[in-house]
């Protein structure tokens, strides 16, 4: 899920920290 996850937050709002979160 990360695979698209990170940049897709990255472009949304920088939660990149949620990013690992989610994987």
Do not use: F, R, V, W
């Amino acid at each position: 899920m990360s695979k698209y996850s990170i940049p897709e937050y990255q472009k949304q709002k920088p939660l990149i920290q949620m990013a690992p979160l989610l994987d």
